[in-house]
């Protein structure tokens, strides 16, 4: 039996919706990080796009367990003398909804340019509005 593998004009890109309002922060984003990758795929081929489009919706609505929201912290270094910037979840989710998601997505998909193109495909909004009604997305639960 032969192994195939995908080639990358060859690949049927799907297109889901998650409602991320209540749910759990690591839960959300290691099941898109599955769909992205393509992992959900019986043709999924670790270094080809073969993943779908990912719409998040209710983005400043997602949970962390715990003491996380108060001890977790995200950090970001400027390139300057001192320049090492942290933020709690909270002041990030107050500042920018959709950050923690993505950064948390980002971290979990390869780190090369295959992870950035990936990366590309998951579109987060902070609210229940999203401009990605004509693709019909499928609703996916996690």
Same mark, same amino acid.
């Given at each position: 039996?032969?192994?195939?593998?995908?080639?990358?004009?060859?690949?049927?890109?799907?297109?889901?919706?998650? $409602?991320?309002? /209540?749910?759990?922060?690591?839960?959300?984003?290691?099941?898109?990080?599955?769909?992205?990758?393509?992992?959900?795929?019986?043709?999924?081929?670790? %270094?080809?796009?073969? /993943? $779908?489009? +990912? +719409?998040?919706? %209710?983005?400043?609505?997602?949970?962390?367990?715990? %003491?996380?929201?108060? $001890?977790?912290?995200? =950090?970001?270094?400027?390139?300057?003398? =001192?320049?090492?910037?942290?933020?709690?979840?909270?002041?990030?989710?107050?500042?920018?909804?959709?950050?923690?998601? &993505? &950064?948390?997505?980002?971290?979990?998909?390869?780190?090369?340019?295959?992870?950035?193109?990936?990366?590309?495909?998951?579109?987060?909004?902070?609210?229940?509005?999203?401009?990605?009604?004509?693709? %019909?997305?499928?609703?996916?639960?996690?």
């Amino acid at each position: 039996m032969k192994t195939i593998f995908e080639k990358g004009n060859d690949v049927k890109h799907d297109w889901y919706i998650i $409602d991320a309002s /209540g749910k759990t922060l690591g839960r959300v984003a290691s099941a898109v990080a599955a769909v992205l990758r393509g992992k959900n795929k019986p043709t999924f081929t670790p %270094n080809v796009l073969c /993943g $779908d489009y +990912v +719409v998040i919706v %209710n983005a400043d609505k997602i949970q962390v367990s715990g %003491n996380k929201s108060d $001890d977790m912290l995200y =950090r970001h270094y400027t390139g300057f003398v =001192r320049g090492l910037r942290s933020y709690s979840f909270n002041e990030l989710i107050a500042k920018n909804p959709t950050e923690p998601l &993505r &950064r948390t997505i980002a971290g979990m998909l390869p780190h090369g340019r295959l992870g950035r193109r990936m990366i590309d495909n998951v579109k987060i909004y902070a609210g229940s509005e999203h401009p990605h009604a004509a693709q %019909n997305p499928k609703s996916l639960e996690v």
